[in-house]
């Protein structure tokens, strides 16, 4: 979808900020973006937990009451890249298209999906691919004090037929039904009781196993309309990300995975016992610390889940009303230095 822009000829590019481009060998891709008033850019970001690099062979003290946690899977997309001018104006980024990032010009977005894992270590269920920081270009000579981003997939793209899907949306791993489109952050990891190392019995119905936590565009099930170019996706809970004071040459991008789950008790064994004759309100009793119930370990965006509820605290979600995300309130994402 869209007009692609890569290391080949160049066609027309959108955001509306670009004309178009002839068809030569030379001169080379940077230097026609210079002509047209573009520079190039590259956003670094990073996986940690709290000061330490977030690795598949790591072993870190993560949850409230801290316990241990070996990570294993962690992948995210996001999506509508820009920067920040003094003004307060937000100038969009294009990214240099590629199996890992693109330009959709006819919806006017950019998409981006970033992998930290190798393949290494406790991820044995990954392949060694990683992708970790997204290259485009933007207006040149802007004065830039800041960065902006949504974590997720726009809705206009994340309900495509999966094997006709552009890149990076048809990246494996990712995919989860038609209608809930795909896992927009997927972060999984082997805790004291859930380990995808024990032995799989017929009972599973994830493998593999592990705490897992596989966000989506809204609340599981709520999209509705059966024609896929007619899903209505009500109450999109999409992270807004706005870092201040961010310099793409001297910083990064840091994602803060023990922030992320600082409030979880990862090695809860004990949980809410689903009700059998009526659907589970949030305003029922639990047994758990959460503002709601929660019926088993991990977070599959169900609107009743109290380990949900805090996870998406710190990303500026409020889980209890659904209202629209707040980027003052997300603790996740924060600008480090490379």
Same mark, same amino acid.
Request: charged content about 20%.
């Given at each position: 979808?869209?007009?692609?822009?890569?290391?080949?000829?160049?066609?027309?590019?959108?955001?509306?900020?670009?004309?178009?481009?002839?068809?030569?060998?030379?001169?080379?891709?940077?230097?026609?973006?210079?002509?047209?008033?573009?520079?190039?850019?590259?956003?670094?970001?990073?996986?940690?937990?709290?000061?330490?690099?977030?690795?598949?062979?790591?072993?870190?003290?993560?949850?409230?009451?801290?316990?241990?946690?070996?990570?294993?899977?962690?992948?995210?997309?996001?999506?509508?890249?820009?920067?920040?001018?003094?003004?307060? $104006?937000?100038?969009?980024?294009?990214?240099?298209?590629?199996?890992? $990032?693109?330009?959709?010009?006819?919806?006017?977005?950019?998409v981006a999906l970033l992998d930290f894992d190798d393949a290494t270590g406790n991820?044995?269920?990954?392949?060694?691919?990683?992708?970790?920081?997204?290259?485009?270009?933007?207006?040149?000579?802007?004065?830039?004090?800041?960065?902006?981003?949504?974590?997720?997939?726009?809705?206009?793209?994340?309900?495509?037929?999966?094997?006709?899907?552009?890149?990076?949306?048809?990246?494996?791993?990712?995919?989860?039904?038609?209608?809930?489109?795909?896992?927009?952050?997927?972060?999984?990891?082997?805790?004291?009781?859930?380990?995808?190392?024990?032995?799989?019995?017929?009972?599973?119905?994830t493998n593999p196993g592990g705490w897992q936590l596989w966000l989506a565009e809204?609340?599981?099930?709520?999209?509705?309309?059966?024609?896929?170019?007619?899903?209505?996706?009500?109450?999109? $809970?999409?992270?807004?990300?706005?870092?201040?004071?961010?310099?793409?040459?001297?910083?990064?991008?840091?994602?803060?995975?023990?922030?992320?789950?600082?409030?979880?008790?990862?090695?809860?064994?004990?949980?809410?016992?689903?009700?059998?004759?009526?659907?589970?309100?949030?305003?029922?009793?639990?047994?758990?610390?959460?503002?709601?119930?929660?019926?088993?370990?991990?977070?599959?965006?169900?609107?009743?889940?109290?380990?949900?509820?805090?996870?998406?605290?710190?990303?500026?979600?409020?889980?209890?009303?659904?209202?629209?995300?707040?980027?003052?309130?997300?603790?996740?994402?924060?600008?480090?230095?490379?």
């Amino acid at each position: 979808m869209g007009l692609r822009v890569g290391a080949g000829c160049v066609g027309g590019v959108g955001l509306g900020l670009f004309g178009l481009f002839g068809c030569s060998s030379e001169p080379t891709l940077d230097e026609r973006m210079a002509d047209r008033g573009l520079e190039r850019l590259e956003l670094a970001f990073s996986a940690v937990v709290g000061a330490e690099p977030w690795r598949c062979d790591g072993v870190y003290q993560m949850g409230s009451p801290p316990s241990e946690v070996r990570p294993s899977h962690l992948r995210l997309f996001a999506h509508d890249f820009a920067l920040v001018g003094s003004d307060g $104006q937000e100038v969009p980024m294009l990214l240099e298209d590629s199996e890992w $990032q693109g330009n959709f010009d006819d919806v006017g977005h950019s998409v981006a999906l970033l992998d930290f894992d190798d393949a290494t270590g406790n991820c044995r269920y990954t392949d060694a691919d990683t992708h970790t920081s997204v290259r485009g270009w933007a207006p040149a000579g802007g004065d830039y004090t800041g960065l902006s981003f949504r974590i997720g997939i726009p809705s206009a793209l994340n309900h495509l037929d999966a094997g006709l899907a552009p890149p990076p949306m048809n990246r494996p791993g990712m995919w989860w039904s038609w209608k809930d489109g795909h896992i927009t952050l997927r972060a999984e990891f082997d805790t004291l009781s859930a380990s995808s190392h024990r032995e799989v019995t017929p009972e599973d119905t994830t493998n593999p196993g592990g705490w897992q936590l596989w966000l989506a565009e809204t609340v599981a099930g709520e999209c509705t309309e059966e024609i896929p170019t007619q899903f209505d996706c009500p109450d999109q $809970q999409q992270p807004r990300v706005v870092l201040e004071a961010f310099d793409a040459a001297t910083d990064r991008v840091e994602l803060d995975f023990g922030q992320l789950f600082s409030d979880v008790d990862l090695a809860r064994t004990e949980y809410d016992v689903f009700p059998e004759s009526a659907e589970p309100q949030i305003s029922d009793p639990t047994i758990t610390p959460y503002p709601m119930p929660d019926y088993s370990p991990g977070f599959f965006m169900g609107r009743v889940d109290g380990e949900g509820a805090v996870i998406l605290e710190q990303l500026g979600i409020d889980w209890m009303t659904l209202s629209p995300p707040d980027p003052a309130r997300q603790a996740f994402a924060r600008r480090g230095a490379r």
